[in-house]
């Protein structure tokens, strides 16, 4: 893990102002404080949720709640801390009571994850749950289907593992939805020293910038699928492509 550069935290600083102002979406209108997301910048491991809940927008904080308390739990099994990875969630502000995220919500705010994205370069993003999976891989595949099963995908340009996995609220009240988000995340560490997918080959060109599946073949285990059909960032901001991954 190579420490962040001064251009990429003062550049995650400007995107969290961003945020914390943004009124790009009827949210900004409901929410208590936006939710840019928090870490190392620097880290190989990012995971990504699907919304701030009822104490993450009190606090401004991703999972500072009872999932989060999980996640911490779970970290700590595999010898990290929260500071130590980044998490953001695809919205950045809560939709009220809870309620699905809306299509035009998405396509408002999914470019500042992108930026994210681009901006730490990880190793692997760990999608939690259903639909942070279905719309970083741009697979309609559920989760319980894809869960565990590294993906290769590239973001402008750089090569990375997608990694699903259940989501930690879902898993807080259901003993074999816990027992097989701690199992996958436990392979996690593996995963984060194996050599990027398509490393050795030829760079992809920094044209091709969005996300797309890996040129090459992944070293990934046997059970990963073939690398989805992502969308491109400008792409996938469109509403229809949400609809068809089957998110609403
Ligand atoms: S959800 Fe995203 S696009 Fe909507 S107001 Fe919040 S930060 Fe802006």
Same mark, same amino acid.
């Given at each position: 893990m190579a420490p962040a550069t001064d251009d990429t935290t003062s550049a995650l600083d400007a995107l969290r102002a961003e945020v914390e102002a943004c009124a790009l979406c009827e949210l900004h209108v409901t929410r208590t404080r936006g939710v840019p997301g928090e870490g190392d910048p620097g880290s190989d491991l990012m995971f990504v949720g699907e919304a701030p809940g009822y104490h993450e927008d009190q606090q401004g904080r991703p999972f500072v709640g009872q999932a989060g308390r999980l996640l911490q739990q779970l970290l700590a099994g595999i010898g990290l801390t929260r500071e130590q990875v980044f998490i953001a969630n695809v919205l950045k502000s809560r939709p009220p009571n809870n309620r699905d995220p809306r299509p035009e919500e998405i396509a408002a705010c999914q470019p500042y994850l992108w930026r994210q994205i681009e901006l730490i370069r990880p190793r692997v993003i760990c999608t939690l749950g259903n639909f942070a999976t279905k719309l970083l891989s741009g697979d309609p595949a559920g989760i319980t289907r894809v869960h565990g099963r590294p993906q290769p995908m590239q973001v402008g340009g750089h090569s990375l593992y997608l990694f699903p996995i259940f989501h930690p609220a879902a898993a807080l009240y259901t003993p074999a939805m816990l027992a097989t988000l701690k199992e996958d995340f436990l392979r996690l560490p593996e995963l984060l020293q194996s050599a990027p997918p398509g490393e050795g080959l030829a760079a992809p060109s920094s044209a091709t910038a969005g996300t797309q599946p890996a040129a090459a073949p992944a /070293?990934? !285990?046997?059970?990963?699928?073939?690398?989805?059909? *992502? /969308?491109? !960032?400008?792409?996938?901001?469109?509403?229809?492509? *949400?609809?068809q991954l089957g998110l609403f």
């Open positions: /070293p990934a !285990p046997e059970s990963a699928p073939a690398p989805a059909s *992502a /969308p491109s !960032p400008a792409a996938s901001a469109r509403v229809g492509e *949400a609809e």
